[in-house]
């Protein structure tokens, strides 16, 4: 029986550090070995409801079931403080989406009506059965994680059930209702006076970055892919935000087939630079899995090592810090990273063998916790990546030293 290694210490990622013409290739298959990291208090937000309302998301339905079960199989709610979600109520979601929209959803909508098109309902966000009770259960789970950041009851919360960035104030998209993450950040706000958002999803977080795009309290820090025709459509390099927001969001796009130590280094490079010029009181990371090899919605070639060694990177600052899901829809897959994000975090080994469950029969045929890199060819070239960095960095310098 092997040992997968999940946990990461403070001085972790040294390959991070290497020039983009030094990166070890895509098809090196030595072991990696992350160490652990100083124990955090870890608050894993959890009830039925919330797995059951998160289980009709659109594309993604009964995935929250399989990561729930996964997670709980390999014993690893046992080192969590489990935290009850209530539903939210109309001030909380008016705190970003309008009050028109938040009305919408919770009246009986039809999607023959015109008003559903306007507010985007359709094809990526049909109308649900009792849209009320989910978009309130939804939003609920990722507040309440950030109100127990902001209590102190935990250092680290997770909400594997959230992660809805692409909501804007008043209308759906790409299968999210409402913004949890925007929602989340401004409880946040309630006690730390600077925020940094991280999207490490596939596709641009355009609704967080829309929703502070004029602000210097939150920056957002998105790595995605970035071309004509692949949705959302938004996040060059180029858009940094406006007015006083201006250079306050930061949008790294990567080309297809990004592997493991592509991602890793232009994550920690870029990430520790926005650490020194921005300086913020806590952090929120939406973790999207669909950058997974294979994902049918996705075109990198990750595997969940590298969300693990983002994510220590994050921990090392020991920072109040709220983890997120998001996208990833080979599902099992997805189960599989956010296991392995939270072994991490915690800081235990656990083994490759997916422990018999409930969804083992999910896991073939492989039945283990590994996710093998595709045939995808990286075209992230280290020329490509080298100006990409210089671009990034050029943007960065332009923030300024006030608050």
């Not at 960035?165 to 929602?183: E, K, M, T």
């Not at 189960?335 to 469950?357: K, N, W, Y």
């Amino acid at each position: 029986m092997s040992l997968v290694n999940v946990a990461v210490a403070d001085n972790v990622i040294q390959m991070a550090g290497i020039l983009p013409d030094e990166k070890k290739s895509c098809d090196d298959n030595e072991e990696k070995i992350i160490k652990c990291p100083p124990k955090s208090k870890i608050g894993y937000v959890y009830s039925p409801e919330l797995i059951h309302q998160c289980n009709r998301v659109p594309n993604l339905k009964n995935r929250a079931s399989l990561v729930h079960h996964l997670l709980e199989s390999y014993g690893l709610l046992d080192h969590v403080l489990l935290l009850n979600c209530d539903k939210v109520n109309d001030d909380v979601f008016q705190g970003f989406h309008s009050a028109d929209y938040i009305e919408f959803l919770k009246g009986d909508v039809d999607v023959e009506d015109e008003s559903s098109e306007e507010y985007g309902l359709g094809f990526d966000c049909p109308p649900l059965e009792k849209l009320d009770d989910f978009i309130s259960v939804i939003a609920g789970g990722s507040v309440a994680g950030a109100k127990a950041l902001v209590s102190g009851s935990v250092d680290v919360a997770v909400n594997f059930c959230g992660g809805w960035h692409h909501a804007q104030r008043d209308c759906a998209s790409g299968f999210c209702y409402i913004n949890d993450c925007v929602l989340a950040i401004l409880e946040l706000e309630r006690k730390f006076k600077l925020v940094l958002y991280i999207d490490l999803d596939i596709h641009h977080g355009d609704g967080v970055e829309n929703a502070f795009a004029y602000s210097r309290k939150v920056f957002t820090l998105s790595l995605h892919k970035h071309e004509e025709g692949y949705f959302p459509g938004t996040g060059s390099v180029n858009d940094t935000g406006f007015g006083r927001g201006r250079n306050y969001s930061c949008n790294v796009p990567l080309r297809d087939g990004a592997c493991d130590e592509t991602f890793i280094h232009v994550f920690q490079t870029v990430f520790q630079e926005v650490m020194k010029r921005f300086r913020p009181e806590a952090i929120v990371c939406q973790c999207g899995a669909d950058g997974l090899a294979n994902d049918p919605l996705g075109t990198f070639n990750l595997t969940p090592v590298a969300y693990a060694r983002c994510t220590a990177v994050i921990q090392s600052y020991k920072l109040p810090t709220l983890y997120l899901g998001g996208g990833g829809y080979h599902k099992a897959n997805a189960s599989r990273c956010f296991t392995t994000i939270l072994a991490g975090l915690i800081g235990v080994q656990i083994s490759s063998d997916i422990p018999e469950h409930e969804y083992f029969n999910w896991y073939g045929p492989s039945f283990e916790l590994d996710v093998s890199r595709g045939l995808r060819r990286d075209e992230n070239s280290p020329d490509y990546i080298r100006t990409l960095l210089q671009q990034v960095f050029g943007n960065l310098e332009q923030i300024s030293s006030e608050s």
